[in-house]
C-alpha cells in the first residue's frame, strides 16, 4: 500500500514531489518546497519551484490529517522536499515528536538532506533531530572526484562530502549515499569510480545507492549534450565504470541499485558480495560486446525521463 497517495489526495495536503524508491510505502511529510541550490547542472526535479519552508502550523496540520485517514497502519514516513535540514533544528524537533505522538508504530522517519547543510549544521543540533526520531538521510554524493564536483555545480568539495558523511554517521544517523554512474561522460569515467570510492571509503555509508546518469530535458547538461559539448557514456563504459567502482570499494554498506535507470540489478552487502558482484558486471559486459539486442535495449535507457 502506498501510504499518502490515497485518500490524502482528495484532502487539503501537500506532497512531496520525489521520494526515493525505498519509501514507497511511507507517508509523505512536506517540510520544505523545492531545493534550496536547485544548481545542479544533470537536476530537473525542483526546477522553476521557488524554494520555500513551509508554515509549522499547515504541516502540523497535515499530519493530523494524515492521522486521521490511516492512524496505526503508518510506520515509515519520508519527510521532503530536498533538503529539509535547512529548517530550524527547534522546528524539525517539534515536527518529528508530532509525527511519533500521532502513529504510535512509528518505526522509521527519513528525509532527502545536502552534504553542505550537514557540514555546517553543529552537532548538537544533529544529534537533538536524531534523538527526535529522524533515522535516516538520503544524501547525493553523485561522484567523489573534485573536478567533476565542480562540473556538475554539485556545491560540495570531496572534504565537505566526506565531513558530512562522518558527522551524520556520528550523530547516529543512517547514512545512504546516492552515485551517478556515467556523470563523467565517456571521458571521465575512470577518475569518477577513483574519486566516488576514495570519498566512500572515507565515510563508509551505511547504504550506497547507485543510479544511472540520463540526461534529463530541462537540466543544463542536457542543453549541453544538445550543443555536443558532453558525451553521454555508452552501456559498456557505465558498465566498465560501475567494476571499477565495485572494485576500489573498501567499505562494509549495503550496495543497492534500487532504480529503473540502472542497467544491472546489482545488490550485494560488501564486502562479502564484492566477488560475486564484480562477476555479475563481468558477465554483461560480455553479453553487451556480444549481442546487439542486449545493447540497443539498454541503449534505450537513455530516453527515459521524468526520472
Ligand atoms: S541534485 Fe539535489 S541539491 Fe542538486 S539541484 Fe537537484 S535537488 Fe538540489
Not at 514531489?17 to 509523505?28: D, G, Q, W
Not at 499530519?63 to 524539525?92: C, H, M, P, Q, W
Not at 577513483?194 to 555509508?205: C, F, H, K, M, Y
Not at 554498506?253 to 544491472?264: A, K, P, V
Amino acid at each position: 500500500m502506498t501510504i499518502g497517495r490515497f485518500g490524502l489526495r482528495k484532502r487539503n495536503y501537500d506532497f512531496p514531489p520525489f521520494r526515493p524508491p525505498s519509501e514507497a510505502n511511507s507517508l509523505l511529510l512536506r517540510v520544505t518546497r523545492g531545493c534550496p541550490w536547485n544548481r545542479c547542472t544533470f537536476c530537473s526535479m525542483y526546477k522553476g519551484m521557488k524554494f520555500e519552508i513551509r508554515n509549522l502550523e499547515e504541516i502540523l496540520e497535515d499530519i493530523e490529517l494524515a492521522r486521521d485517514l490511516y492512524g496505526d497502519r503508518v510506520r515509515t514516513v519520508f519527510i521532503g522536499d530536498s533538503n529539509s535540514l535547512v529548517a530550524k533544528t527547534e522546528r524539525l524537533v517539534k515536527i518529528l515528536e508530532t509525527l511519533f505522538s500521532s502513529f504510535s508504530h512509528l518505526e522509521r522517519v527519513t528525509s532527502y538532506a545536502r552534504a553542505k547543510t550537514i557540514a555546517k549544521k553543529p552537532l548538537e543540533d544533529l544529534i537533538k533531530i536524531r534523538q527526535a526520531g529522524l533515522n535516516r538521510l538520503h544524501v547525493g554524493l553523485e561522484t567523489g572526484d573534485r573536478e567533476l564536483l565542480k562540473e556538475i555545480e554539485k556545491g560540495a568539495i570531496p572534504e565537505e562530502m566526506i565531513e558530512a558523511g562522518k558527522k551524520a554517521k556520528k550523530a547516529g544517523f543512517e547514512y545512504s549515499l546516492y552515485v551517478l554512474l556515467g556523470i563523467g561522460g565517456e571521458e571521465k569515467w575512470v577518475q569518477h569510480a577513483r574519486g566516488t570510492a576514495e570519498v566512500l571509503n572515507q565515510i563508509d555509508p551505511h547504504f550506497i545507492r547507485v543510479r544511472t546518469f540520463i540526461p534529463q530535458p530541462n537540466s543544463l547538461i542536457h542543453e549541453a549534450m544538445m550543443r555536443g559539448d558532453f558525451k553521454s557514456p555508452s552501456p559498456e563504459t557505465i558498465l566498465r565504470e560501475t567494476k571499477l567502482l565495485v572494485e576500489e570499494l573498501r567499505v562494509t554498506s549495503q550496495f543497492l541499485s534500487d532504480h529503473i535507470s540502472n542497467l544491472l540489478p546489482l545488490h550485494g552487502k560488501l564486502p562479502e558480495d564484492k566477488e560475486k558482484m564484480i562477476q555479475m558486471v563481468e558477465k554483461a559486459l560480455k553479453a553487451v560486446r556480444e549481442n546487439d539486442g542486449l545493447r540497443e535495449e539498454m541503449e534505450m535507457r537513455r530516453h527515459l525521463t521524468n526520472l
